[in-house]
């Protein structure tokens, strides 16, 4: 247990739904990043943020997705009109100030679109 | 555009002493980091380099040569359990963080 947490850790929807994970970071961390995960490939990177600013999100995300971090502790992540194609782990990851280069996972979230 | 390459898969056996290779090319680059994880688990933090050489840690030693965009990841006197996926990742400014798609060791008896 690294002490980010995630919640749920399972999510199977129908195509079209919105769904919004949760993640808790460790407590002193400033920097909270969101990847997406599939099989047989390494994180994939979406979005990260300094406190509760937004500081960049991946170009390859959609209008569908987005992310907030309103008080710089926990951090949400909504995907709406859910595809099949979203389906995969989303991972979120906190690091201590000046420390990025060492970040501490979550368990994760396992999407699954039906 | 940003790019790294590590092969797919490596195979050793215990005891042995394995080198993964990573190739990079990216804008704004920081240093580089090694992940590891286990099927099922999440990734956790190796190693890292921002300055070209060799970092110790235990049984995993990391390589960086900025000039070459390449750094390695050593693992000696290789274990079962470091049966694994392992990730080099790109740090660019700010933190951002660009893995790439790791390589599975599989280590055998």
């Known amino acids: 247990d690294t002490g980010v947490s995630q919640d749920p850790r399972h999510k199977i929807t129908k195509r079209g739904q919105n769904v919004t994970f949760r993640c808790d970071p460790i407590?002193?961390?400033?920097?909270l990043y969101w990847y997406r995960q599939t099989l047989g490939q390494g994180p994939e990177f979406l979005t990260y943020?300094?406190?509760?600013?937004?500081?960049?999100k991946s170009r390859l995300l959609s209008d569908r997705f987005s992310a907030e971090r309103p008080k710089g502790s926990f951090s949400t992540l909504e995907i709406q009109r859910t595809e099949q194609g979203d389906s995969a782990m989303y991972l979120c990851?906190?690091?201590?100030?000046?420390?990025?280069?060492?970040?501490?996972f979550g368990p994760g979230t396992r999407l699954t679109v039906t | 555009g940003q790019s790294l390459e590590q092969p797919s898969e490596v195979t050793a056996v215990e005891g042995a002493i394995v080198q993964i290779n990573c190739t990079y090319q990216t804008s704004g680059f920081y240093g580089l980091s090694w992940y590891q994880q286990h099927d099922g688990g999440a990734p956790t933090f190796l190693s890292y380099?921002?300055?070209?050489g060799l970092e110790e840690t235990g049984r995993f030693s990391s390589f960086l040569s900025r000039s070459d965009s390449y750094g390695y990841l050593l693992l000696q006197e290789l274990q079962m359990k470091d049966s694994a996926s392992y990730f080099c990742?790109?740090?660019?400014?700010?933190?951002?963080?660009?893995f790439g798609a790791g390589t599975r060791l599989f280590v055998k008896a």
């Open positions: 990851a906190s690091s201590a100030p000046r420390e990025g280069h060492e970040q501490y």
């Open positions: 380099n921002a300055l070209d």
């Open positions: 407590s002193e961390h400033n920097r």
């Open positions: 990742a790109v740090i660019r400014g700010g933190f951002k963080t660009i």
């Open positions: 943020f300094q406190n509760e600013a937004q500081l960049e």
